[in-house]
């Protein structure tokens, strides 16, 4: 570790401290001391969580669709600890069923599945992330559209 990281050792004469000032999730990991004079050497390891509120790396979008096709609102979020995702059209909550229904992505990606979408599935959709640290939503129109019959 080098002191342009950000990261401080700084040494009180008895004891040595770590200081990383601005941690962010990117900080979290395994830390390893070793500790060596002329009678030896000394290890410990010690695990860095950093818990965070949800931040969205990327929101939901407007979408036109045609109907009949499959219908997605994605999302990318970043938390710890992972969050608890509910997607809500016109402020109702969906419930999951065969025809819609949220779905964790992985990775931090979180998707609202809308199968033989119709004109009813019109309207406003809210996703909102929870976790113990705080909240976020965001919200997107979903318009379906007729296919041209002839």
């Not at 009180?12 to 390893?32: E, F, H, N, V």
């Not at 949800?54 to 969050?83: C, G, H, M, N, T």
């Not at 809308?114 to 965001?138: H, P, Q």
Request: a neutral charge.
């Amino acid at each position: 570790m080098k002191a342009e990281d950000g990261i401080e050792i700084i040494n009180d004469g008895k004891k040595q401290i770590l200081s990383l000032p601005a941690t962010t999730t990117k900080d979290a990991s395994a830390y390893t001391v070793l500790a060596t004079n002329k009678l030896g050497k000394c290890q410990t390891r010690t695990e860095l969580v950093i818990k965070c509120a949800p931040v969205f790396l990327k929101k939901a979008r407007d979408e036109q669709v045609v109907e009949k096709r499959v219908s997605r609102l994605e999302v990318e979020i970043e938390a710890f600890p992972k969050p608890i995702v509910t997607w809500y059209k016109e402020g109702k909550e969906i419930i999951n069923n065969d025809h819609i229904k949220g779905v964790d992505a992985k990775g931090g990606f979180y998707q609202l599945v809308i199968n033989n979408s119709s004109k009813d599935d019109t309207g406003v959709y809210t996703c909102k992330a929870v976790n113990e640290i705080g909240a976020i939503e965001c919200s997107a129109e979903l318009a379906i559209e007729s296919a041209p019959n002839f």
